[in-house]
């Protein structure tokens, strides 16, 4: 096996991984907000998911440096590319923020009832935000990696991945009858 190959494959594991965590995560987020109650169980999923994610991350990083290395005029000739890594720093930031301030804050409300836990109440909006956030930007990496190249700009493409996630969070608004609860509770 070449080093070409083998960069691939890790690539292609470490998505799998990052990706594959961050929906588990994203799940058990949306089960919590359903049920209104989050059990230590469910942070330790939640931690397990996002160690998981930064695994994933990790390998990718790694693998993709090996990739880039291999050709980088090509690779920095490419909006494809260039949307891609824009994708992936959203896909870290959002993780920073998702296991740096918001499980925290979920470990703090642990078998309390989340729509009276003050903290959750004032997080709600970003808390949609983040899930989504999350959700798309996996799926959008994993559509960028399969696609061979793009017919946009790095521009057009950035516009798009932005009005998917606002579509994203409108529906996330609209579909989850329990956040609606909950933030119409704290009006």
């Known amino acids: 096996m070449d080093f070409g190959t083998f960069f691939v494959i890790a690539h292609l594991i470490g998505f799998a991984l990052g990706a594959g965590g961050a929906f588990v995560t994203d799940a058990i987020f949306f089960t919590s907000i359903r049920d209104r109650v989050i059990s230590a169980t469910e942070i330790r999923f939640i931690e397990l998911g996002g160690s998981i994610v930064w695994v994933g991350i990790f390998i990718s990083i790694l693998s993709g440096l090996g990739l880039f290395m291999a050709d980088p005029g090509t690779f ?18 959002n993780g920073l923020v998702i296991h740096r301030i918001h499980a925290p804050m979920f470990g703090r409300a642990v078998g309390r009832q989340l729509h009276t836990h003050p903290e959750f109440k004032r997080r709600i909006p ?3 935000l983040s899930g989504v956030v999350s959700t798309v930007s996996w799926l959008t990496a994993l559509t960028l990696g399969t696609l ?3 017919n946009y700009t790095y521009t057009e493409g950035l516009a798009i991945y932005a009005l998917v996630i ?9 579909v989850h009858p329990t956040a609606f609860r909950i933030l119409w509770k704290l009006k």
């Open 148 to 150: 061979r190249s793009i």
């Open 166 to 174: 606002m579509a994203g969070v409108i529906g996330a608004f609209l």
């Open 76 to 93: 920095l000739a490419s909006s494809k590319f260039q949307l891609k890594m824009t994708v992936f720093l959203v896909i870290v930031l």
């Open 126 to 128: 970003i808390l949609l």
